[in-house]
């Protein structure tokens, strides 16, 4: 708009000029009432340029103050929205933030939570290493789970705890398989299998070496193993041939089947060859579900055996009763021709009373032994 304005003026200014230079460059021989009459001329000529002038200025004022009214009205819509949108963003950043403080409040709750948890997780570690720092409180353990599998997967007439044999020697628990009797024990020897887990870290500290704790693993497993075959596997007394080793752990079963001797060779099959199975858990319960078929296979082979003398039993009822049917077929019989021949009888001697009653007498004597009674033929 300001360069409008100078725009305007350098006209004037430049016709204003060109007048003057226009009249200084005429002869002077006009009079004075030329002069007067150009002076005139320029007046008009000036007047009508102001006037047109302050009209173009008008209406660039009057153009100007519309657009500064419109950009007046825009900025102070513009500052409207803005307000808006600073009050939103703050209540949005307010909102933000206790949502943050009441997050950052839970996740502290809860890593105190997290943080007490640990300390009773190690302190109820340190309880069960001290419980477990015996021989007898782990075979408890074992023991213990022994029952466990035991109840889970048979009949509680098929196994019984704590069974004493004649020599004084109490197994955990026995199997009854018709009259032999299968037997369980649950004391493993998992403290040579402690040091053996332990020997690997503590190699490294100048300690006994993973080798030589393998190897104590293996000596102390076979000498349980013969234990167990010696106590338990007592012919005389109806035990089987063979015996079970529970071990309470997957871990130590994978380590017992992996363990090896130069001399003896496998520990698995060492233990096998003298009549004793190592089982875990898992394995235990699928002998124990072989078990319990085989029981109520056992269980079919009795029934049938009850079925059969029944049946016999049943044959020898119907032969005596056939025997007593056909003698009562033969009384019958009997009695039907005693029957009959006291009918004819009967007949015959009604005949000849009606001829007597008639007044006349029969053509020959009826013999004395017609008018007997018929039971005594």
């Not at 340029?49 to 009205?73: D, E, I, K, P």
């Not at 004084?168 to 009854?176: H, M, N, Q, S, Y």
């Not at 001829?355 to 018929?374: D, I, N, T, V």
């Amino acid at each position: 708009m300001t360069q409008l304005l100078v725009g305007i003026l350098l006209v004037a200014v430049i016709l204003l000029a060109m007048g003057v230079i226009w009249l200084a460059t005429r002869r002077r021989t006009s009079a004075d009432g030329d002069f007067a009459a150009l002076r005139h001329d320029m007046q008009t000529a000036l007047s009508s340029h102001s006037q047109a002038v302050n009209t173009q200025l008008g209406q660039v004022l009057q153009t100007v103050l519309q657009q500064l009214g419109q950009v007046t009205s825009s900025l102070q819509e513009g500052l409207s929205s803005s307000g808006q949108l600073v009050s939103q963003a703050q209540a949005a950043v307010a909102s933000e933030l206790r949502s943050s403080q009441e997050v950052l409040g839970r996740v502290g709750k809860q890593l105190g939570e997290i943080q007490q948890a640990g300390r009773e997780l190690s302190q109820a570690t340190q309880t069960l290493q001290s419980v477990l720092g015996g021989a007898k409180t782990r075979g408890s353990l074992g023991e213990v789970a022994l029952e466990a599998l035991l109840a889970d997967a048979l009949p509680r007439s098929a196994y019984e705890t704590q069974y004493r044999f004649s020599t004084g020697a109490i197994v955990d628990a026995i199997i009854r398989a018709g009259e032999k009797i299968i037997a369980i024990d649950s004391k493993f020897p998992l403290e040579s299998y402690r040091r053996m887990a332990d020997s690997a870290p503590a190699a490294s500290s100048g300690s006994s070496s993973p080798e030589d704790a393998r190897k104590d693993f293996f000596q102390a497993v076979r000498k349980h193993a013969e234990s167990v075959a010696e106590k338990y596997i007592l012919q005389n007394e109806g035990t089987l041939d063979v015996a079970l080793m529970f071990v309470p752990s997957e871990s130590v079963y994978y380590e017992l089947l992996m363990t090896s001797d130069a001399k003896l060779g496998r520990l698995d099959d060492h233990c096998r060859g003298k009549g004793i199975l190592p089982v875990s858990p898992n394995t235990l319960h699928a002998y124990l579900s072989a078990i319990l078929m085989g029981l109520k296979g056992m269980q079919v082979e009795e029934n049938a055996k009850h079925l059969q003398a029944g049946l016999a039993g049943l044959q020898s009822q119907l032969d005596s009763f056939a025997k007593v049917y056909d003698t009562l077929g033969g009384h019958l019989r009997h009695a039907q021709q005693c029957y009959d021949e006291a009918d004819r009888k009967l007949d015959r001697t009604r005949g000849h009373l009606e001829q007597m009653a008639q007044g006349s007498l029969p053509e020959a004597q009826l013999p004395l032994k017609a008018l007997e009674p018929a039971s005594k033929d």
